[in-house]
């Protein structure tokens, strides 16, 4: 590669969430780390998050809550198989891709895990492409050895565009169910979480006043962004080195225009199954997409409208 470098590490998956994550792959612009794609005990996600500036603007591992939240993630709480029992029944067996705990509903433990990752394509100076191919595994059954059911198939790609004020990924995830047809919700959590750094916050979990702000398009701010239809939401603040930089999250057209979640501790969702469910059969897919900016400056000196406007053009 001319432009981009991406290190890569092999692939293994930590015992437990506390352990340290793998770092499947950094990538650098110019010598400037950009992002990478990381394994955790419980999934894969995208940190960190960088701006031209050299600032993180996402969290990976939130200490006062939701640890779970790592930077950018996929995933559902409630992920349901329609399997074919021996006496030709069908079973409805739930599962949680979402948390790390033990699930206190009932729902099987679920996991993604990276099973190849070392596809990545430079375009030109200012677009390389990496593809992830993962599965996600259900809880682990049997006795000696223990195993884990693929209950499907998941290819996500990180496209990346670094700017000058700007550097923009995005993220696609295409979900296939591999020998038993799914059901993805209703779920209150996911489909896509990022959690932004705490420079970004309006609140801590507590409640108390910190220095970030949310704005979304429609002008609308903090408390009031919330499960609102907006075409860009964005988390803005000033680090401990005076730099003020944020976040902005764009929706492709398959998202649906859904509603925002944006906590004011810091949590965003982009959740197309939050009100009703989603059935997939073997042979079809789920393909979603976010655009996220990160970006220098407050979201209207790094031009978040007119890239937004850019953004609707070029996905039509």
């Not at 030709?88 to 895990?113: H, K, L, Q």
Request: aromatic share 12%.
């Amino acid at each position: 590669m001319k432009y981009f470098s991406v290190e890569s590490s092999d692939i293994s998956v930590p015992n437990d969430w506390m352990d340290d994550p793998v770092r499947l792959l950094n990538v650098s612009w110019k010598g400037k780390r950009i992002t990478g794609f990381n394994q955790s005990s419980r999934r894969c996600y995208v940190y960190p998050v960088i701006t031209p500036s050299g600032v993180a603007v996402t969290n990976e591992r939130p200490t006062s809550d939701h640890p779970f939240h790592q930077s950018i993630t996929v995933g559902n709480d409630y992920f349901f198989t329609y399997q074919t029992s021996a006496a030709g029944r069908f079973e409805d067996s739930s599962m949680c891709f979402y948390t790390n705990e033990p699930d206190m509903r009932g729902r099987g433990e679920g996991r993604i895990v990276a099973m190849t990752h070392n596809e990545c394509t430079e375009f030109n100076e200012g677009h390389l492409e990496c593809i992830v191919r993962m599965q996600w595994q259900g809880p682990e059954q049997g006795y000696s050895p223990k195993y884990r059911r693929v209950v499907a198939e998941e290819m996500r790609t990180i496209s990346v565009f670094p700017g000058d004020v700007a550097n923009i990924l995005d993220v696609r995830s295409q979900l296939r169910p591999t020998e038993w047809d799914i059901r993805l919700g209703p779920s209150r959590h996911g489909y896509f979480t990022i959690r932004v750094a705490d420079h970004l916050r309006v609140a801590d979990r507590n409640g108390v006043k910190q220095a970030g702000s949310i704005v979304d398009s429609e002008g609308r701010r903090d408390d009031d962004v919330g499960w609102q239809h907006a075409d860009w939401i964005d988390y803005y603040g000033t680090d401990a080195q005076g730099r003020t930089v944020g976040i902005a999250v764009f929706q492709f057209p398959s998202m649906g225009n859904v509603a925002w979640y944006a906590g004011d501790y810091g949590s965003i969702r982009v959740n197309p199954f939050r009100k009703g469910a989603t059935y997939v059969s073997r042979g079809e897919e789920v393909d979603l997409a976010i655009r996220v900016v990160a970006h220098d400056g407050d979201p209207y000196e790094a031009g978040v409208p007119d890239l937004y406007e850019s953004f609707k053009r070029e996905t039509g």
